[in-house]
């Protein structure tokens, strides 16, 4: 069984950094494209970031593109978001995602059960 699991969310303020780890288990990770996504309290969930198996390409939304870095180490079967600037718009629930390279929700298969973000004024 596969499951993922996040950690790293908290309360922060305004122009503070956060770093969000997701940890795999039950899969080879190594050969499988991971993803961000982030759902606010009314609203759909969305895209945030990805990136390769290889590490080799990553993609961004522009809402936080310059401002996080996803990022992966195969050897710990870790997925990684640093995120810098955070600003209230950024409060949601942000989960982690195993699947095919892609903005897309449905591209990917696994999902964690998600850490909240919140972020003061």
């Known amino acids: 069984q596969v499951q993922l699991l996040e950690s790293g969310g908290g309360l922060v303020q305004t122009g503070d950094s956060l770093k969000l780890s997701c940890v795999v288990s039950?899969?080879?990770?190594?050969?499988?494209?991971m993803g961000w996504f982030r759902q606010a309290p009314g609203k759909e969930r969305e895209f945030v970031a990805s990136?390769?198996?290889?590490?080799?390409?990553?993609y961004y939304a522009d809402s936080v593109k310059a401002r996080f870095t996803i990022s992966r180490d195969n050897g710990k079967n870790t997925v990684y978001l640093q995120m810098n600037s955070l600003k209230p718009e950024d409060t949601a629930v942000y989960y982690c995602?195993?699947?095919?390279?892609?903005?897309?929700?449905?591209?990917?298969?696994?999902w964690g059960q998600g850490t909240q973000v919140t972020v003061s004024s």
């Open positions: 990136i390769s198996w290889s590490g080799g390409r990553t």
């Open positions: 039950g899969r080879t990770f190594s050969n499988v494209a």
């Open positions: 995602a195993g699947g095919s390279l892609s903005e897309l929700l449905s591209s990917y298969d696994y």
